[in-house]
């Protein structure tokens, strides 16, 4: 059975966690791991893509609550996370085998590394809330320990502290969402979860408890605080998991609660998650644009695209909750298909921020540039990566996007005001993300790779190992892949969208020149087959007509120079002057952008100095003053740990009496 399957290679992947804490202090181990740990993704992702149209299949474990075991079910929604989680967990094991002779301390490593992959594995295939969130918190530690990997560092500190608390949060609110799904008679597996009719005030509690406990860990706004401290703390393999994978664990949560666990939706409850989803995709981007650290620049931007993915899944609810499955269909295959893209074109784009970070020992972008002439391949790859999340055709995020748009423009048909007025508001931040989107990674490999070096690293920097460049390159390729044909991503989703709907999209297998249709040929079509074709063959005719009719001549001369010869290399654009007019258009009401000018006075020479600050609203506005607000209750409470014995057993007494009243008024 798939679902026996799956179980061995996550078992596989526990035993080599055992092998790292044993082999981690040995030379030689890394490669040795990380070869066996991309061997048993391969062996998952191929037990996955199996399943992914097969029947169902269950297994019950004697563990776990005793009175129902740990159950385990494989069906097309987990096999499609199960493809992207092993697929991306396949090409971080390639990529650790050559970056992973770097770490510093390998041992803080290897053995998490595997942990980490069999939790997220086991959170797809748990059919009980048990052996869900007892996976789900697996998962969160390994990945906390990998985030602490360099725990020296007071920033990672700070990003494992800030990690763990939203962790906590956010199972907190899982918790309380199966428990009340589960209704006073414990019925904590899923099977029992379906049968059971909830109230529409205790389902709305659900969609919210889902929404924040999986909204946390996905990064939503405004649960993103933690996402763009831990994922560039973490090593770039590790990232590229936490960013391109696990936010799609998330995603599953929310989508297996939601959608399946949930039963019929209200007409409102769309309105939630596309508001929450609208407004991370347009805050994700522009808080990527005013960052100059490339991990950070790439992880806010996974808050962009998870409110992509969201709104998606807004749209879906919205018409499936008033009977409209085809929109439904169209809008969820989008909601999953740009899951996919994401995968494929974050996990690129962290690779090279790895290979850019090993060969210059630097993260901050105004230290790199001109990396195109010494790091070839990882250019041409990264280039590649950064179309692809711009949304540029023929390339796969222009196809889910795409998607998502042509799910938008069915809106009209939604009998609620309230959906369509909302619908197009959202679809407004979408095209605002979408425009800011392409103007961070024009910015982020503009700089990085262009112009001349920016520091002696940089200009000193060589290209990365063979295993790196693999690993990027085949995930580029699925980029390409996935935007030229995506008809064939849009039909191997068929499964997953008509388990979750009970409909699919149209089949597009037999439309002619491998065109993608989502509702009829006569609203819109796209096929990106020919886009390629077009773009190619318009630029090899140009390149022809220009070296057929140009002067064969040599011609050198100076560059424009402005009216300053000899410019130094600090004359060049920097990634804050690049974003300078964005950020003076949005950053003052956004992120309260404040410019400050030092010049230096009459005489002196010393060169003037530009000082940006910049707040993020959320955490000056959120999370400091509830922190403050824990801080002053802890000292208010302080004293109760000086209580007499008595007065301690007054307090138990009290609070058993208090739970048997809730106990009592709850059955």
């Keep these: 059975m798939p679902v026996v399957a799956e179980l061995w290679c996550v078992a596989a992947l526990l035993a080599l966690a055992g092998l790292g804490v044993i082999l981690g202090h040995r030379s030689g181990a890394s490669p040795l791991l990380y070869g066996a740990a991309l061997v048993v993704s391969l062996a998952a992702l191929t037990n996955a893509l199996l399943a992914l149209a097969g029947p169902a299949t269950a297994l019950i474990l004697p563990m776990g609550l005793p009175w129902i075991g740990a159950q385990f079910r494989l069906d097309a929604l987990s096999a499609f996370f199960l493809v992207l989680i092993n697929l991306g967990g396949a090409a971080a094991s390639l990529y650790a085998i050559g970056y992973g002779r770097h770490a510093a301390e390998p041992q803080r490593v290897l053995p998490f590394f595997p942990a980490f992959l069999a939790g997220m594995n086991l959170v797809l295939v748990a059919d009980d809330a048990f052996s869900f969130l007892l996976t789900w918190e697996s998962m969160s530690l390994a990945s906390w320990a990998l985030v602490m990997a360099d725990h020296r560092a007071g920033e990672t500190r700070m990003a494992g502290y800030v990690y763990l608390l939203m962790a906590s949060f956010g199972t907190l609110m899982l918790l309380l969402a199966f428990a009340t799904l589960a209704g006073p008679e414990a019925g904590y597996a899923f099977s029992t979860m379906r049968a059971h009719g909830l109230s529409p005030v205790a389902a709305g509690l659900v969609l919210g408890l889902a929404l924040?406990?999986?909204?946390?860990?996905?990064?939503?706004?405004?649960?993103?605080?933690?996402?763009?401290?831990?994922?560039?703390?973490?090593?770039?393999?590790?990232?590229?998991?936490?960013?391109?994978?696990?936010?799609?664990?998330?995603?599953?949560?929310?989508?297996?609660?939601?959608?399946?666990?949930?039963?019929?939706?209200d007409w409102w409850w769309g309105i939630p998650v596309l508001a929450l989803g609208g407004a991370s995709a347009a805050l994700g981007v522009l808080y990527a644009l005013m960052q100059t650290d490339i991990k950070k620049v790439l992880a806010y931007s996974t808050i962009e695209n998870i409110g992509i993915i969201f709104v998606g899944l807004g749209l879906a609810l919205a018409f499936q909750a008033n009977h409209l499955p085809t929109a439904a269909a169209l809008a969820l295959t989008a909601a999953l298909f740009h899951a996919l893209n994401h995968a494929l074109f974050k996990s690129?784009?962290?690779?090279?921020?790895?290979?850019?970070?090993?060969?210059?020992?630097?993260?901050?972008?105004?230290?790199?540039?001109?990396?195109?002439?010494?790091?070839?391949?990882?250019?041409?790859?990264?280039?590649?990566?950064?179309?692809?999340?711009?949304?540029?055709?023929?390339?796969?995020?222009?196809?889910?996007?795409?998607?998502?748009?042509?799910?938008?423009?069915?809106?009209?048909?939604?009998?609620?005001?309230?959906?369509?007025?909302?619908?197009?508001?959202?679809?407004?931040?979408?095209?605002?993300?979408?425009?800011?989107?392409?103007?961070?990674?024009?910015?982020?490999?503009?700089?990085?790779?262009?112009?001349?070096?920016?520091?002696?690293?940089?200009?000193?920097?060589?290209?990365?190992?063979?295993?790196?460049?693999?690993?990027?390159?085949?995930?580029?390729?699925?980029?390409?892949?996935?935007?030229?044909?995506?008809?064939?991503?849009?039909?191997?989703?068929?499964?997953?969208?008509?388990?979750?709907?009970?409909?699919?999209?149209?089949?597009?297998?037999?439309?002619?020149?491998?065109?993608?249709?989502?509702?009829?040929?006569?609203?819109?079509?796209?096929?990106?087959?020919?886009?390629?074709?077009?773009?190619?063959?318009?630029?090899?005719?140009?390149?022809?007509?220009?070296?057929?009719?140009?002067?064969?001549?040599?011609?050198?001369?100076?560059?424009?120079?402005?009216?300053?010869?000899?410019?130094?290399?600090?004359?060049?654009?920097?990634?804050?002057?690049?974003?300078?007019?964005?950020?003076?258009?949005?950053?003052?009401?956004?992120?309260?952008?404040?410019?400050?000018?030092?010049?230096p006075p009459p005489g002196d020479a010393s060169p003037a100095r530009l000082e940006v600050e910049l707040k993020d609203p959320v955490w000056s506005g959120l999370y400091a003053p509830l922190a403050d607000g824990v801080w002053a209750l802890s000292g208010r409470l302080n004293p109760l740990q000086f209580l007499t014995i008595r007065r301690y057993l007054s307090l138990v007494f009290a609070a058993l009496v208090l739970l048997l009243l809730v106990l009592a008024l709850w059955t």
């Excluded at 994978?245 to 019929?264: E, N, Q």
Aim: charged share 10%.
């Design 212 to 265: 924040l406990g999986a909204g946390s860990k996905a990064g939503l706004v405004p649960l993103h605080a933690w996402l763009p401290l831990a994922h560039p703390a973490a090593p770039s393999h590790v990232s590229a998991l936490m960013s391109a994978v696990m936010t799609k664990v998330a995603v599953y949560g929310f989508i297996r609660i939601v959608f399946d666990l949930l039963g019929a939706p």
């Design 348 to 599: 690129a784009l962290f690779f090279g921020a790895g290979a850019v970070l090993t060969a210059t020992g630097a993260r901050e972008l105004d230290r790199m540039g001109g990396l195109i002439h010494r790091m070839p391949a990882t250019s041409a790859l990264m280039l590649a990566a950064c179309a692809a999340i711009s949304a540029l055709p023929p390339l796969n995020g222009f196809a889910s996007e795409w998607l998502t748009f042509q799910a938008i423009l069915l809106s009209p048909q939604l009998p609620a005001w309230g959906l369509k007025l909302m619908v197009p508001a959202v679809g407004a931040l979408l095209a605002l993300s979408a425009a800011l989107a392409a103007a961070c990674f024009v910015r982020l490999y503009g700089i990085a790779f262009l112009g001349r070096p920016r520091s002696p690293e940089a200009a000193s920097a060589h290209e990365v190992d063979r295993w790196s460049l693999a690993a990027m390159g085949l995930m580029a390729l699925g980029c390409i892949g996935a935007g030229i044909l995506p008809g064939v991503v849009i039909d191997a989703l068929a499964p997953v969208v008509h388990l979750v709907l009970g409909e699919r999209m149209p089949a597009q297998a037999g439309t002619a020149w491998l065109s993608i249709i989502p509702i009829a040929e006569s609203r819109s079509s796209y096929n990106g087959l020919l886009v390629l074709v077009f773009v190619a063959g318009s630029a090899a005719l140009m390149a022809g007509v220009i070296h057929r009719f140009a002067s064969r001549a040599v011609r050198r001369a100076p560059a424009w120079d402005c009216g300053f010869p000899d410019a130094g290399i600090a004359t060049q654009y920097s990634a804050s002057s690049f974003a300078q007019p964005l950020r003076r258009v949005f950053g003052t009401s956004v992120f309260a952008a404040r410019e400050r000018i030092h010049m």
